[in-house]
């Protein structure tokens, strides 16, 4: 079994936000799969699918992208889920909009769901896809990270949807060194 997680606030208010990006590309990916978050349940809202005779649990956790690992702890312990066979989605304010990177474990970078998360696994040896939403110094971080994307930031991030939906896609078929290697060189 595994378990793929966007990171994001719920609300409205938070539709195109730079920490919602999590959300953005799950939801993207289980359109085109037509796949829907019509169950609820730790309080998460999840989809299942199974690829390659494994099941997949696509989560949205309900909380606030700072309190994510509270929900996903309980999605974990009640399936039993391995920590290698779980993907974190999340925004990444180091790195320029729309850039990819893949790591298997590290540091949360600062970014405090990553740090909850890892607080309530236990661990930071956690498979992430991290999504460039840039970082502009000029504003508070937090009402930079709440902030809605551009026009033409969403133009790129809509260019990356289908890489993201072949990360996705292979993470359960165990290829993610090979994913490494092609999503995280310089372009």
């Known amino acids: 079994m595994y ?19 999590g959300f953005m590309m799950l939801d993207y990916y289980t359109d085109f799969k037509n796949i829907y978050f019509s169950k609820k349940k730790f309080c998460g809202l999840y989809a299942e699918d199974i690829i390659e005779n494994e099941k997949i649990i696509y989560l949205k956790p309900e909380s606030y ?31 320029e909009i729309g850039k990819l990177r893949l790591r298997e474990k590290g540091s949360s970078g600062g970014h405090n769901g990553l740090k909850n998360i890892f607080l309530h696994l236990g661990t930071e040896d956690i498979k ?38 072949e990360i996705i896609e292979e993470f359960p078929k165990k290829n993610f060194d090979k994913l490494m290697n092609i999503y995280n060189r310089n372009d």
Do not use: A, C, W
């Open 128 to 165: 992430r896809l991290r999504i460039g939403v840039s970082n502009n110094k000029k504003y508070n971080m937090k009402d930079y990270v709440l902030s809605k994307f551009s026009d033409s930031d969403m133009e790129v991030l809509n260019n990356k949807k289908k890489n993201v939906l």
């Open 3 to 21: 378990l793929i997680v966007g990171i994001g606030n719920i609300g409205q208010e938070y539709t195109n936000t730079r920490h919602n990006v």
């Open 65 to 95: 992208v700072n309190l994510s690992g509270e929900v996903i702890k309980k999605y974990v312990d009640f399936y039993k889920i391995p920590i290698k066979n779980i993907l974190i989605i999340v925004d990444d304010i180091n790195l």
